[in-house]
């Protein structure tokens, strides 16, 4: 595979945003997806991360801003003189031509003669050589998707777009062409922008998320530490679970916070909390559920110093194999989620028992009480038709 | 319940294996429901075709009756005596059809593609047509081309007619009774027949081919010549065959709109039917007029390539 041979560069949108009469469904956004990066747009159908897609791709006017490919502005450029290519959403292959002709269709368009070669190889590449002379409606999904991927790669774009490529295969082809894709992008070195709504697709694959809603990028980073340090409730919720504890800052302590909530004190690293630091001030205290442990009310006692903990009732438990969940009933927070590894199970920890959670506070982070605590909670599941 | 019994046994018969009927009559139910159809083409389908077959081998005449003698012949005369009116037919449906193509294609595109809350508007007037007889929309064409009309005016001011009459399709600086109107006439009463299957293949093209093909480095010319035209392959076969098909058989357009020799195979074999009565050289030229048209569809639908299109 000789890898592209342009010098790329950055996408770069500037103050980017577009309005269909009076709907906006991008605000004006400030993007830069680094040249080389597997970049993921992460959110609910409807969130805007389509239509940035078609944005860079040239599919869609924007009402106002800039877009940028290295240095060239190329906001005002149809997509044929683009050198942004797509994977589109139900790959759109050309039904009246076979798989060989819809990936030499990009190279034939630049008037390059001699594609035999650079197809093989592309071909190859996504293990469909012996597909060649089929037509797309004679192969499966995940033929399709590797067809789509091709047609695209073969023009070594500055940029690949993929929107949503994943969403019509079932759960065990897509973790397949997650793993395909990653690899596909390593080998190529070529910037994907890939936009998604399954969580889990943009942490697997990508190396920066931005997490999109209502029109804006909510919060950008890698996974790790969007699932760790989420900002806002919506990205608190829209990756993984999280559990919410309405409290007030009762104190500081050197390098970590106090807060109450109800009749029991948590502590936390007052780095950990992008919410009001100042006593008295309201925030939402967060733990993921992994992250908590779970002990029977008599062995209260023997939880080691130092952690933060609080008393509930199990209302529910759930087997799922690795994993034990249960949902407990608290007074400061009524359906408080923990998931317990099956290492050893406490035959006890039934519905109905008196339990303690327990954890670490570092693991314990807090955001401004000022927003909605069930934002982004609702995953969305449907095939999303952003 | 036992008067029926004693009075009229038949009326019970049915009534005995009335567990088992319900099924038996389920799985006849397809077959019941194509008995009117089929009954429908037997009769005025394969029986008035099995007559005309035997009519085109009689010989006699009207007074002593006609009697099946097995008179091939009749098939080789006609074509010798009326092979240029067969001719004629050809050429004009042929010019009438790529006419309605050239006509009917970027109008079913706009409605396809561009029309947005028009388009069943358009469709409509496309149909609207239909409303009217067809005898007198042609008629209403005698008057559009009447010699010293204004459509004649114009063609003429503007030197139309000198590259129609060089042509060889109009003459004498009239449109009227020349191959020109007859062309015309077709043309105008075929187009609907182009319009609707054109637009139907059109609008099933999913759009996100079109951003494909331009997101792939196609200019939207060759977006249209690439991946449009030929997708829109089996509406442009089923619409040139609804034109051409009936458009050869037509005898109006030639009747109303032509002239003596502007006469179409439609015309002699009315003319044999009707006034002529000589009903064997009349069936002969249908069935070969039948045949022609089956072999240039069955060549044309393989050369086209549509089957794993349509």
């Known amino acids: 595979m000789t890898s592209a041979q342009e010098t790329g560069g950055d996408v770069r949108l500037t103050g980017i945003s577009k309005t269909y009469g009076s709907f906006t469904a991008v605000h004006p956004l400030d993007l830069t997806v680094p040249q080389g990066s597997f970049f993921a747009l992460l959110g609910a159908s409807g969130c805007g991360k389509t239509t940035t897609l078609r944005m860079i791709a040239g599919l869609e006017e924007p009402s106002s801003g800039t877009v940028h490919l290295g240095d060239q502005d190329v906001t005002s450029l149809p997509p044929y003189k683009r050198p942004v290519n797509t994977v589109f959403q139900s790959y759109a292959l050309f039904p009246h031509l076979d798989i060989f002709e819809n990936v030499a269709f990009g190279l034939r368009r630049r008037g390059i003669k001699s594609v035999k070669g650079q197809v093989g190889e592309m071909l190859d590449l996504v293990q469909l050589g012996e597909q060649a002379r089929k037509k797309p409606h004679q192969l499966s999904g995940g033929q399709q998707q590797r067809v789509a991927v091709a047609r695209a790669l073969i023009n070594h774009p500055k940029v690949l777009l993929l929107d949503e490529p994943l969403g019509a295969l079932d759960l065990k082809l897509r973790r397949q062409m997650q793993l395909e894709l990653k690899r596909i992008q390593t080998e190529v070195g070529i910037t994907f922008v890939h936009v998604t709504h399954d969580q889990e697709e943009a942490m697997t694959m990508a190396d920066t998320v931005a997490v999109m809603n209502g029109g804006r990028v909510e919060q950008l980073g890698a996974p790790a530490d969007l699932y760790e340090n989420p900002r806002t409730t919506f990205v608190a919720n829209f990756l993984g679970t999280s559990n919410f504890i309405e409290a007030e800052v009762a104190a500081t302590s050197g390098d970590d916070l106090v807060v109450k909530a109800g009749d029991c004190k948590l502590t936390l690293p007052a780095a950990r909390c992008t919410g009001p630091t100042a006593t008295g001030g309201k925030v939402l205290v967060g733990v993921r559920p992994e992250k908590i442990s779970l002990a029977h009310a008599d062995d209260a006692g023997r939880i080691p110093e130092g952690r933060n903990r609080i008393t509930g009732r199990i209302a529910d438990s759930s087997f799922i194999g690795v994993s034990t969940q249960y949902v407990v009933h608290s007074p400061v927070c009524p359906s408080f989620e923990v998931y317990a590894q099956n290492i050893e199970r406490d035959g006890r920890l039934t519905p109905g028992t008196e339990v303690v959670l327990h954890w670490n506070p570092a693991h314990t982070f807090a955001l401004d009480a000022a927003q909605d605590i069930e934002a982004g909670a609702s995953k969305v599941e449907e095939d999303a038709s952003a | ?310």
């Not at chain 2, 005596?81 to 294609?105: E, K």
């Not at chain 2, 005898?135 to 005698?142: E, H, V, Y």
């Not at chain 2, 034109?243 to 020799?261: C, E, H, K, M, R």
């Open chain 2, 1 to 310: 319940m036992t008067t029926t019994l004693t009075e009229a046994p038949p009326t019970k018969e049915p009534e005995d294996p009335a567990p088992r009927k319900p099924r038996k009559r389920g799985r006849l139910v397809p077959y019941w429901l194509l008995l009117p159809g089929l009954l429908w083409l037997v009769v005025f389908f394969a029986l008035p075709l099995v007559y005309q077959a035997s009519t085109s081998v009689q010989t006699g005449s009207l007074e002593e009756g006609f009697k099946v003698t097995w008179h091939f012949a009749t098939y080789w005369d006609a074509l010798t005596a009326y092979w240029p009116q067969f001719l004629r037919s050809v050429l004009y449906a042929g010019a009438a059809t790529v006419l309605c193509l050239l006509l009917g294609y970027p109008l079913a595109y706009l409605i396809a593609f561009r029309a947005g809350r028009w388009r069943n508007i358009i469709l409509v007037l496309v149909i609207a047509p239909f409303f009217t007889s067809f005898l007198i929309r042609t008629l209403a064409w005698k008057t559009i081309l009447a010699d010293g009309g204004p459509v004649v005016g114009a063609l003429n001011s503007l030197h139309v007619l000198d590259v129609t009459s060089w042509l060889g399709v109009t003459a004498d600086d009239r449109v009227l009774a020349t191959p020109l109107a007859v062309i015309c006439g077709l043309t105008y009463n075929f187009l609907p027949f182009m319009i609707l299957p054109l637009y139907t293949s059109l609008e099933r093209i999913d759009g996100r081919l079109h951003e494909a093909a331009g997101d792939l480095y196609a200019k939207p010319s060759t977006t249209f010549r690439k991946v449009t035209f030929p997708l829109s392959m089996p509406g442009v076969v089923s619409g040139t065959l609804l034109t051409f098909i009936p458009a050869v058989g037509d005898y109006v357009n030639a009747d109303l709109l032509g002239s003596t020799d502007t006469r179409m195979v439609g015309n002699v074999i009315q003319t044999q039917f009707l006034r002529v009565l000589d009903y064997p050289t009349a069936a002969a030229l249908s069935f070969i007029l039948m045949a022609a048209i089956l072999f240039m569809v069955t060549f044309y639908i393989r050369k086209s390539g549509t089957e794993d299109l349509v």
